[in-house]
Nanobody
Framework: QVQLVESGGGLVQAGSSLRLSCVAS??????MGWFRQAPGKEREFVAS????????YYADSVKGRFTISRDIVKSTAYLQMNNLKPEDTAVYYC???????????????WGQGTQVTVSS
């Protein structure tokens, strides 16, 4: 059974930091990434990382504040979020791409999501 399990969300004040984790099991993904969905808005891409090269990709809205990384041995992707803003409030979803970069193609698998709330 393929699973992506997120953790690390929470309620923080603006300017704070959080680190999200996503553990993959059941298969190896060529890329893993993070998407988010705020109330009343469509799900949007946040960041992705390629498993072998380590190349990373970011949405303009998070460049310079968020950092994605991965631990190949642990099959885990991380999203370090610094200088959080109220507009970062959303449910954050982990995504896995079997063959392609989830930044440019629809992910094959999704996690259940973790809530991040940033108060002003």
């Amino acid at each position: 059974q393929v699973q992506l399990v997120e953790s690390g969300g929470g309620l923080v004040q603006a300017g704070s930091s959080l680190r999200l984790s996503c553990v993959a099991s059941g298969r190896t993904f060529s890329s893993m990434g993070w998407f988010r969905q705020a109330p009343g808005k469509e799900r949007e891409f946040v960041a992705s990382i390629m498993r072998l090269s380590g190349n990373t990709y970011y949405a303009d809205s998070v460049k310079g504040r968020f950092t994605i990384s991965r631990d190949i041995v642990k099959s885990t992707a991380y999203l370090q979020m610094n200088n959080l803003k109220p507009e970062d409030t959303a449910v954050y979803y982990c995504a896995g791409g079997s063959l392609t970069n989830v930044a440019v193609t629809t992910p094959d698998y999704w996690g259940q999501g973790t809530q991040v709330t940033v108060s002003s």
